[in-house]
């Protein structure tokens, strides 16, 4: 079992930057993927970023490319989100998540642990 603890969310200004941070405890952390997914209100959840187990592959969805960053620090058990050039259409509460194995990365159907989700507020 994983039990997830995120932090980092907040209020930033468009164009700004926010670091969220993912810490877990349970003995599955270091061998399973993980990824990022965020909901808007009245949308359904959506795929942010994934990484694989040993943090070496990484993808993310067409929206964040280029502005997001996806990592994960095995030996403090801990993933992270680094978020640059943020616009308002990225407000969202964002979770973490620990994927199924052979899940498929961009279906929140495919992961079985998340975190309680932090809030992040893009003003215009």
């Known amino acids: 079992q994983v039990q997830l603890v995120e932090s980092g969310g907040g209020l930033v200004q468009a164009g700004g930057s926010l670091r969220l941070s993912c810490a877990a405890s349970g003995r599955t952390f270091s061998s399973r993927a993980m990824g990022w997914f965020r909901q808007a209100p009245g949308k359904e959840r959506e795929f942010v970023a994934t990484i694989s187990a040993s943090g070496g592959n990484t993808y993310y969805a067409d929206s964040v490319k280029g502005r997001f960053t996806i990592s994960r620090d095995n030996v403090k058990n801990t993933m992270y989100l680094q978020m640059n050039s943020l616009k308002p259409e990225d407000t969202a509460v964002y979770y973490c998540?620990?994927?199924?194995?052979?899940?498929?990365?961009?279906?929140?159907?495919?992961?079985?642990?998340w975190g309680q989700g932090t809030q992040v507020t893009v003003s215009s």
């Open positions: 998540a620990v994927r199924r194995a052979f899940g498929l990365p961009v279906l929140a159907s495919d992961y079985e642990y």
